[in-house]
């Protein structure tokens, strides 16, 4: 009798399907990470952290069918000057894209970045690889093994506009994973902006080194595309005095897996993450997972996520903050809330905190619960009409997490945004 054919992993099963990049200087790193997803996996529901989130569609070979749809989103920073870079698909698109020269940057394609001694050799893959450990991150693994394109952005000052990545979406089939990589030399300060629908299923993975003094600020706006599946990760290292800033919108699109791994390794550096998540129907699930280390004296942290959710509905939160035994001096906050509009909808939080050092202030807080039934009547018996007072509520208990974005324009753009997502879906 014939052997029975053994049966593939879904591990396997997947890079079945997946072309390794062969050659360069990112070679070594990828191999690397192919290495460690073979040994970890990629993620189960039975793992702790993907107990509130099923990763099937996001590890299974061929991506959902997801329409394509006109979105607003592509131009939601067009009223802002910046240096636009535009993905269709997950191909850049040189033609609808800016002129990359921009002074105090260097802007670079992971696919024609070909030189041998490349600056981003050192840290493609060098961060996400650290952030596998206490805690693996194997769809992290994945996109630093396999992702074909991606920038690579070297800042040595002060930039004087921000960076804009488009990404757009022609085909209902678009699978894509991409890999960016941002330097920050000491001193340095830069805006980087995210966009727009960017595939059926989308793996990315940001990595971010924040020298000595320096400074960078993150906005993005994931939706509204409605049956993307997506999982994004941001890895990021800090150095003395530098800060980091980081914002995400969510509205709409079926699951959204938001991973954030922070180290803070310079003394007196301060890190900052924030969400503000719209959702509406049951098919909506999104999920924020942030892991924050301090590994320096006098540092700041703070997660700030809202959720807002009905219809059925789902928001995870799950934020940790470590605090190694010599990070004296550190403060720590944590908020994760949610605001249910209707019995349906249901958040998930899990908070933790894990200290050695004996001189910090650190805390956590989550709550859910629904609008606030005074505040409604006040502003009804004041002639607001029903659906007015309740996005006005809305947006008041999203403020928080707005307010994490530091230029007062881009802060405008968002807070516009989420009152336009309020008003289509006025109940």
């Known amino acids: 009798m014939a052997e029975a054919a053994t049966q593939q992993t879904p591990t396997e099963a997947l890079i079945a399907t997946l072309d390794l990049p062969q050659g360069g200087w990112s070679d070594a790193a990828r191999k690397d990470a192919l290495s460690r997803l073979q040994q970890a996996g990629l993620p189960e529901r ?114 004087s506009k921000p960076v804009n990545i488009v990404y757009r979406r022609t085909s209902e089939t678009a699978d894509v994973m991409l890999h960016h990589v941002v330097k920050l030399d000491a001193g340095a300060e830069f805006t980087l902006l995210e966009n727009g629908p960017v595939a059926a299923r989308f793996n990315g993975v940001l990595e971010v080194e924040v020298a000595d003094n320096a400074s960078f ?10 049956e993307q599946r997506a999982a994004t990760h941001i890895f990021t290292r800090l150095g003395t005095e530098s800060a980091f800033k980081s914002f995400t919108l969510t509205a709409n699109g079926v699951m959204t897996r938001n991973d954030c791994v922070i180290e803070l390794t310079g003394d ?4 900052h993450v924030a969400g503000a998540c719209v959702g509406d129907g049951g098919d909506f699930h999104h ?27 789902t928001g995870v939160f799950q934020g940790k903050i470590l605090v190694k035994a010599d990070a004296q001096k ?40 629904a609008i606030d ?20 509520l809305t947006l008041s208990f999203l403020a928080e997490a707005v307010e994490e974005i530091e230029d007062e324009t881009l802060r405008e753009e968002i807070t516009a945004r ?7 879906h006025a109940a």
Not at 268 to 271: F, I, K, N, Q, S
Not at 334 to 362: G, H, M, R
Request: glycine share 4%.
């Open 287 to 313: 999920d924020d997972t942030v892991f924050i280390t301090h590994d320096a004296v006098n540092c700041e942290s703070r997660q700030v996520f809202k959720k807002v959710l009905r219809n059925g509905a």
């Open 418 to 424: 989420l009152a336009a997502w309020l008003e289509r």
């Open 46 to 159: 039975r793992d702790e952290y993907w107990k509130y989130t099923r990763p099937d569609t996001l590890t299974q070979p061929q991506a959902v069918s997801a329409a394509v749809r006109a979105s607003e989103d592509v131009a939601l920073f067009d009223q802002i000057d910046r240096l636009k870079l535009v993905f269709v698909d997950g191909v850049f698109d040189a033609d609808a894209s800016d002129d990359l020269a921009l002074e105090g940057i260097t802007i670079e394609r992971l696919a024609q970045a070909d030189a041998d001694l490349h600056w981003a050799r050192d840290l493609y893959g060098t961060l996400e690889k650290n952030g596998q450990t206490p805690v693996a991150r194997p769809l992290a693994a994945l996109n630093t093994a396999f992702a074909a394109d991606g920038v690579l952005i070297h800042v040595t000052d002060k930039v």
């Open 217 to 226: 600020h993150h906005v993005r706006a994931q939706g509204r595309d409605h």
């Open 268 to 271: 007196d550096a301060a890190a």
């Open 373 to 392: 039934e005074d505040a409604l009547f006040y502003l009804r018996s004041r002639g607001v009409p029903h659906n007015v007072a309740t996005d006005l």
């Open 330 to 369: 550190t403060d720590g906050y944590q908020i994760s809330q949610s605001l249910l509009l209707d019995e349906d909808s249901q958040f998930l939080a899990k908070p933790e905190l894990e200290i050695y050092a004996d001189d910090v202030a650190c805390s956590h807080g989550s709550t859910s619960g």
